[in-house]
């Protein structure tokens, strides 16, 4: 189905609070092309879900009716019903999720359920949504499943992971994302729901919960704490800009073709002790603070359990197919991060605090 074929009028956002989800937002409202309809974000706010990440689009986009936040689970299927008929829901892009392989390891239950019976949630009010008179699933909507090159398992020393690899997920985090990923293709090939899925490699940017590594590290460089690195610090991650990641949704979005799968990567292999060496000059120059006494701060702990080795992705398919290609490079892209996370101390500080949870709480109540 072609560009013009695809409405894009009411965009229901799941997990739009999250780190890429409000990027994605932002990025919709402001850069992408052709773009005028109307946001919808549902989001329940977990620990990694902060709302007031979106306090200014709210304030500007919401006074001109183009952005709505509404405060639910994905696996509460009565309040994902009333959200499609509220706003006559005719896009979905998924990102709502439970996205670190720690707390998976830790504890799997909320992987499963978020994770995979949200999306069935999600995927089975979308097609009895937009089933026809005729029983046909209207094809002029769009499901776009967001998901994680970890779905792939482990790479050796060489070698890439293509849309062809066979899934083979090592943690809780991976096997819930590949769960999903299965659900989402059945439903294409069962339903003829039409659905567009893409498996992207580390994301990095502004608005990143600092558990992940490379926020995680700015902040405790700033403060003067321990750098923990697991293992040998020799596992390889390839990191993409989330920016570029927003470009390459919204254009699989007009210009994927149904049922397909697409890979985004960076095409930027590290390993993590090489990206850490190269943080820490950015952040020395940039806060002022002596590179050697950062570096003293490094800290080798014990391997993650299962710890996969290297992931790499071929994003040929995208480039060539749909005309993607990255446009930040790294040194860009981590100096863009930095500069944020220094410009930014009371998000920090709301995360650090716990105060954005309580903010939750005075505006939206429990859920
Ligand atoms: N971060 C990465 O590097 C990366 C890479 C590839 C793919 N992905 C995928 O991208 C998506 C977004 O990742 P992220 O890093 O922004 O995650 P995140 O943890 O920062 O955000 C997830 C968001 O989902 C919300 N959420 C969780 N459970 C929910 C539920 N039951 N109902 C409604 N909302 C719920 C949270 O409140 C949060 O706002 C995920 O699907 C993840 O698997 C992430």
């Given at each position: 189905m072609s560009r013009n074929m695809r409405a894009f009028k009411n965009i229901l956002i799941t997990g739009g609070a999250g780190f890429i989800g409000c990027n994605f937002i932002r990025f919709l409202l402001?850069?992408?092309?052709?773009f005028s309809g109307r946001i919808i974000n549902l989001d329940?706010?977990?620990?990694?879900?902060?709302?007031m990440s979106l306090a200014d689009i709210e304030a500007h986009y919401g006074a001109s009716r183009r952005y709505f936040f509404e405060h639910g689970d994905i696996c509460d299927r009565a309040f994902v019903e009333s959200i499609f008929k509220k706003y006559d829901i005719d896009t979905v892009v998924h990102f709502a999720a439970e996205s670190h392989v720690d707390r998976s390891i830790l504890g799997p239950e909320a992987f499963i359920k978020t994770n995979v019976m949200g999306t069935f949630t999600l995927l089975d009010v979308a097609r009895n949504t937009w089933k026809a008179a005729d029983g046909n699933i209207r094809q002029d909507a769009l499901f776009h499943h967001i998901s994680t090159d970890e779905v792939y398992g482990s790479l050796g020393d060489t070698g890439f992971f293509t849309e062809a690899t066979p899934y083979d997920p090592r943690s809780p985090y991976s096997a819930s994302k590949a769960s999903s990923d299965h659900l989402a293709m059945a439903y294409s090939h069962t339903?003829?729901?039409p659905v567009t899925l893409s498996n992207c490699s580390n994301n990095y940017g502004p608005y990143q919960f600092p558990e992940k590594l490379i926020p995680l590290m700015i902040l405790n460089m700033l403060e003067g704490k321990a750098l923990p690195v697991y293992g040998d610090g020799k596992n390889i991650r390839d990191w993409l800009y989330v920016e570029d990641h927003n470009a390459a949704v919204w254009t699989i979005m007009q210009k994927g073709a149904s049922g397909k799968t697409y890979n985004i990567g960076g095409e930027n292999e590290w390993e993590n002790i090489k990206l850490l060496n190269v943080l820490i000059d950015i952040v020395s120059k940039k806060a002022g603070i002596d590179a050697d006494k950062i570096r003293g701060a490094i800290t080798y702990v014990k391997d993650r359990?299962?710890?996969?080795?290297r992931y790499a992705i071929d994003c040929s398919k995208i480039k060539r197919e749909l005309g993607w290609k990255q446009t930040v490079s790294f040194e860009e892209g981590l100096e863009h991060t930095v500069d944020w996370y220094l410009a930014n101390p009371s998000w920090i500080e709301n995360i650090r605090s716990g105060e954005y949870q309580h903010w939750i709480k005075r505006n939206y109540g429990e859920r």
């Open positions: 402001e850069k992408a092309d052709g329940v706010l977990t620990y990694a879900g902060n709302s339903y003829g729901l359990p299962g710890h996969d080795r």
